[in-house]
Nanobody, 115 residues
Framework: QVQLVESGGGLVQAGGSLTLSCAAS????????MGWFRQAPGKEREFVAS????????YYADSVKGRFTISRDNAKNTVSLQMNSLKPDDTAFYYC????????WGQGTQVTVSS
């Protein structure tokens, strides 16, 4: 069964940048569409971005469009999320998974943006 491990989170000031990485083990990401999701305290998990197997057709939530960039490396079995111009509202735990989800959710990586 594929296991997903997210990393790269941290504490950053508003306007700063972070790059998150998602590594799959125990299997491959295959031809699945992969996505990033986030969950802020007291809120539901929400979609952030997705990318097709080819790396094309990235799709973003309106709240991150123009600031975040999703990419994937199928050879390395990884998916990344470059986050620029971070805002306090981006504070959340970030998770990756296929769309629809086919693997157990990982522990996520925490992103905290201070104002």
């Amino acid at each position: 069964q594929v296991q997903l491990v997210e990393s790269g989170g941290g504490l950053v000031q508003a306007g700063g940048s972070l790059t998150l990485s998602c590594a799959a083990s125990g299997g491959t990401l295959g031809s699945y569409v992969m996505g990033w999701f986030r969950q802020a305290p007291g809120k539901e998990r929400e979609f952030v971005a997705s990318v097709r197997w080819s790396g094309g057709s990235p799709y973003y939530a309106d709240s991150v469009k123009g600031r975040f960039t999703i990419s994937r490396d199928n050879a390395k079995n990884t998916v990344s999320l470059q986050m620029n111009s971070l805002k306090p509202d981006d504070t959340a735990f970030y998770y990756c998974n296929s769309i629809p989800p086919r693997a157990a959710w990982g522990q996520g990586t925490q992103v905290t943006v201070s104002s």
